[in-house]
């Protein structure tokens, strides 16, 4: 019964999202939704398809921005989790400016970037790396801290060097959490490129949705949406399918 | 014994008082002192919360004693954990994300012994406590008994002279901890080596010891020492029938005001 199951798995969310495809199309047929606000799916799918080269063109560049931010992110969150977590000095400086940073509104950040880095690729890098560090930082630090202390306790009573038992014990220990970390990271990353086309951009699918608008082309706008959170999707998914090899969870 | 030459003990403690600092000064022994001759299976008996842990804890060298107090194990003074000392606790020290065979090893590759000696030790414990046919299975795979037994087996893999135990098999259901009682006795005539277990039932350290020790209500103290005179071999079933088996029982239960 096994192929049952699995059918099941691809049958029910598709009957969902089908669902969904019908209640728009034929929603904006019985209420008489104006196009501009809300063009019928057919004519969105219809502006993928023919806009299909395009659309992929601009999503491949948005999505190196979000690729390079979001591995520089995790990269230097790691770095920086460790770091807060084994030196109390560095405890003491930078996470009190790393959290004061982080209450600062990102978007507000985008035209300093802008103007820093110019409207090429590394603003919209920096802007995913931005928004996508911080919660790599807090989860390292949670995971790390979160070690059970009767295995801390265990490595002491078997004179374990704090470096094998920051290697062996605390670093696999706060594995999970870093993963749950990385997980959050990876839609802030998408958010912060978005945001960094939208700000000041000559391609990638924020531009793409910033020209639809003022050409009053609604449907290539939806159609670059629908593009934006299928990427978004994938990309999600990809750390959701590495964060499994991690199985590992409550100690 | 002037002119004989005195066998080494292999725990020795003397004075041994421990405060715990902090909002409340809590004193939590009070001058503690015994020995325990090498090969010797000792029991520490006592209510809750009356310290027992925290005098395993001084003997493992995991925490301090307070100034005064002398504590050797095999005749080097226990500042810090040492190759003599192994410790066990009611909750099992294995790691999730290691198989069986992986957790023991464990100890031993973090003391850098070479590889082939570990696996020739790891050969020897797992047939020993049953578990070769789950050493590739994880922790959770495995059932609470099985896990302690794996916890033995994380002990035994540094070879320690003392093993320490603090109610190993505390939080398993009563039969599995009686079957794990034997197997604990069958392993101590086997590898002759000194034990100080730790519990609160009267039943399992009159049935496991040579020598119960009696402690009071805190501040830990050693209220008295009973020398336990059953036969070994011990059996299960024959050692819990015979009459010394209960009179000691009812006698310490009268100690720690239960009877």
Request: proline share 6%; charged share 20%.
């Amino acid at each position: 019964m096994k192929w049952w199951r699995s059918g099941r798995a691809i049958a029910e969310p598709a009957i969902v999202f089908l669902l969904l495809a019908l209640l728009w199309e034929e929603a904006v047929a019985i209420f008489g939704i104006k196009r501009y606000l809300l063009p019928p799916l057919s004519e969105v799918l219809s502006a993928l398809w023919q806009g299909r080269m395009m659309i992929l063109k601009e999503t491949w560049i948005t999505m190196g921005e979000i690729l390079l931010g979001y591995f520089c992110a995790v990269l230097a969150g790691l770095l920086l989790g460790l770091g807060i977590f084994a030196w109390p000095m560095m405890r003491r400086t930078l996470y009190p400016v790393i959290v004061l940073f982080q209450g600062l509104p990102k978007v507000a950040l985008a035209p300093v970037l802008v103007i820093w880095f110019g409207y090429g690729l590394a603003s919209k890098v920096l802007m995913a790396f931005l928004f996508a560090i911080f919660p790599v930082v807090v989860a390292t630090l949670g995971g790390l801290a979160g070690t059970p202390e009767h295995l801390i306790e265990h490595f002491r009573a078997i004179r374990a060097s704090p470096m094998t038992t920051f290697v062996r014990l605390r670093i696999p220990a706060a594995l999970p959490s870093i993963l749950d970390g990385c997980k959050t990271a990876m839609p802030l990353a998408v958010i912060g490129a978005i945001v960094g086309e939208f700000v000041a951009s000559e391609n990638g699918l924020g531009h793409l949705i910033l020209e639809a608008n003022a050409n009053a082309k609604s449907e290539l706008l939806f159609a670059a949406l629908i593009a934006i959170s299928i990427l978004a999707g994938i990309l999600y998914m990809l750390v959701e399918f590495v964060a499994k090899r991690v199985w590992w969870r409550a100690l | 014994m002037a002119g004989a030459v005195e066998t080494q003990p292999a725990i020795r403690l003397r004075e041994l008082s421990k405060t715990f600092a902090g909002a409340q000064r809590v004193q939590t022994l009070d001058a503690v002192g015994f020995d325990v001759p090498q090969g010797q299976f000792t029991s520490v008996l006592g209510p809750s919360g009356c310290g027992k842990s925290t005098l395993l804890r001084v003997i493992a060298g995991l925490i301090p004693p307070d100034a005064g107090a002398r504590v050797e194990v095999m005749g080097h003074a226990q500042s810090a954990p040492s190759e003599d000392v192994g410790v066990m606790f009611q909750t099992h020290n294995m790691l999730p994300w290691l198989t069986v065979e992986k957790n023991i090893r464990l100890a031993a590759e973090v003391r850098a012994l070479p590889a082939h000696e570990i696996t020739r030790r790891v050969e020897s414990i797992l047939p020993v406590l049953r578990l070769e046919s789950f050493r590739r299975h994880y922790p959770h795979q495995l059932s609470g008994g099985m896990r302690q037994r794996a916890a033995l087996g994380q002990m035994l893999v540094l070879l320690p002279q003392v093993l320490l135990l603090d109610e190993p098999f505390g939080a398993l259901d009563a039969l599995t901890r009686d079957q794990l009682n034997v197997e604990l006795l069958r392993l101590w005539q086997d590898l002759r080596k000194t034990v100080l277990l730790i519990t609160h039932s009267i039943a399992e350290a009159v049935f496991l010891s040579d020598r119960v020790l009696v402690m009071s209500d805190r501040p830990g103290r050693i209220v008295e020492d009973v020398a336990i005179d059953l036969p070994r071999p011990r059996d299960p079933q024959a050692t819990k029938e015979r009459p010394e088996f209960a009179r000691y029982v009812v006698h310490l239960q009268k100690l720690m005001g239960v009877a």
